[in-house]
């Protein structure tokens, strides 16, 4: 899931002598092309403002898409540019525990990724955290939405937001300001530039054309995937078209209108820049300005195929966005949750899932999360992971009922889910496979790939599932809703809607062997 290209170094908001408190937090994150750091504190609404903030190139996705490896010079000096931050973090009294290190995700794709991160640890006494597909997909939808609620233009409409990042594009279509499309596609900034500049080297006009023929069946596909949705505003996020949206006009809340003219000719003037040219103009650092001509070309492109006599682009600084989302990455708002579980509902649909038994499910699984809370003492944003695995845990019906538990766990695993992680989807996909009375064992692929803390997740939440799934086995919701009653080494559950509840009871009494090894509690239903 690619990520952005940092093309502007930034500047301090405030000096520390008009400081009202010292900052609080800081984040370190290697980009593609430069690695960064801010410093910041959080204000009375709980938001992170920055104090200072540091950029320095770094090569990343050169070394990565010419060679597939991060090479020694690369790896020498993200030492020394984090040597210089932790001197400067520091400065700033800031404890080692309030650091975070966050990465690319292109990372991934060099061979001696593994060697480049515990270099990183090794000097930062941090570990790394990759920012996959599901992480950054949220990023930019954060990001989405707030300029969506800054202009009530954009809300109403039918409108399309297009990432192009260093790796892939991703594309969320939103009508009326909710989420209603996402789709991911493996073309980024980077990709297409190292493979337009593996060929001979050619005069601009010439590698132009290149770099139009390589991102051509990408963009047609894009498009396809859209031609058959209203669109009435196109929003185009990333650092290097939000870095140059300002000389082509003034942002109105919160938001630059860039003519699809002016955009190509500022584009075809950059192409024609010789490298040192490029830096003076923009006033970017070399391996920054590498990616700029590549992404407005993607963008450009994008416009022409949707037929657009102009983009909307964010006011701002998409870098620092970025990074100021990261210091409180673990939050997830309640619009947000219920845009990723009206995309889980969408693949349950794919895969013709009983909806209603599906959604049934799902509401009892958040029952019992909140309710239990005090049992499996799991972070909140579990409950979402908990959630999708309710909606999605029948999806291997498609292929065969006969252990459609394991076909889930195929399907899943190889399934984008929007807003979700890679570690988040290994987690519900494991979920889907644990929900009927097969208990985990350590030589199960995937389970057998978890940290231990990771596989005591997977436990209590699977607990969780196998209660809610046997609330309504006959698939008929006759158990309308519940109350929990704990006593002693017991759980009553009191419920409504069905006079006997003797089904569901055979069912916990097969199923829910793992709730009370894991919790200590036997299971009884009882009329309300």
């Known amino acids: 899931m690619s990520d952005v290209t940092p093309p502007v170094s930034f500047k301090p908001l405030a000096e520390l002598a008009v400081m009202k408190a010292p900052p609080e937090h800081a984040v370190i994150y290697v980009g593609a092309a430069s690695l960064s750091l801010v410093i910041g504190r959080k204000d009375d609404k709980g938001q992170f403002t920055r104090v200072e903030s540091l950029d320095r190139p770094l090569p990343v996705a050169r070394d990565i898409f010419r060679a597939r490896s991060i090479s020694r010079n690369t790896v020498d000096q993200a030492a020394a540019i984090l040597r210089n931050f932790l001197q400067t973090i520091r400065e700033y009294g800031i404890p080692a525990a309030q650091l975070r290190l966050f990465t690319s995700n292109i990372l991934a794709e060099a061979v001696n990724h593994e060697i480049f991160l515990n270099r990183l640890q090794v000097h930062s006494g941090v570990v790394p955290s990759l920012i996959d597909d599901g992480n950054m997909t949220r990023l930019v939808y954060q990001i989405a939405q707030r300029m969506l609620l800054k202009n009530p233009l954009l809300a109403k409409g039918n409108t399309i937001v297009s990432h192009i990042g260093p790796g892939n594009t ?176 969408e693949i349950g649909l794919r895969y013709k899932t009983d909806r209603k038994h599906a959604e049934h499910v799902a509401n009892f699984s958040r029952q019992l999360f909140r309710e239990l809370q005090h049992l499996h003492g799991l972070e909140a944003k579990y409950e979402l992971v908990l959630r999708v695995a309710a909606t999605l845990h029948e999806v291997g019906m498609f292929i065969s009922p006969r252990e459609h538990h394991k076909h889930s766990l195929y399907i899943l695993m190889n399934t984008e889910i929007f807003g979700l992680s890679s570690n988040d989807r290994v987690m519900v996909a494991l979920l889907a496979r644990y929900h009927r009375r097969y208990d985990p064992e350590p030589n199960h692929p995937y389970f057998s790939d978890l940290s231990r803390e990771e596989r005591m997740i997977v436990l209590k939440l699977a607990a969780l599932l196998r209660l809610a799934d046997s609330l309504d086995r006959s698939h008929a919701q006759r158990i309308k809703t519940i109350q929990l009653r704990p006593e002693g080494t017991r759980l009553t559950v009191l419920t409504q809607g069905a006079d006997d509840t003797t089904i569901e009871q055979i069912a916990i009494d097969l199923k829910c062997g793992l709730f009370r090894e894991i919790y200590g509690y036997d299971i009884l239903l009882a009329k309300s």
């Open 170 to 345: 991703r594309a969320i279509y939103f009508k009326e300001g909710r989420l209603a499309v996402y789709t991911n596609y493996r073309l980024g900034i980077f990709r297409a530039r190292e493979a337009v500049a593996s060929q001979d080297e050619d005069e601009a006009h010439q590698q132009m054309a290149h770099l139009e023929e390589h991102i051509r069946g990408v963009v047609d596909h894009l498009a396809q995937d859209y031609s058959d949705v209203k669109i009435d505003h196109h929003v185009a996020i990333g650092a290097e078209i939000q870095s140059v949206a300002p000389l082509l006009g003034k942002a109105r809340l919160g938001a630059h209108r860039v003519l699809e003219n002016d955009l190509a000719r500022l584009t075809d003037k950059l192409a024609r820049l010789s490298p040192d040219d490029l830096v003076r103009e923009l006033h970017v650092h070399y391996t920054g300005g590498e990616g700029i001509v590549p992404a407005l070309q993607t963008n450009l492109a994008l416009a022409r195929r949707f037929g657009d006599d102009s983009l909307w682009v964010p006011e701002g600084d998409f870098q620092l966005e970025l990074m100021l989302d990261l210091m409180t990455s673990g939050s997830r708002t309640a619009i947000f949750q219920e845009e990723v579980m009206q995309t889980a509902g």
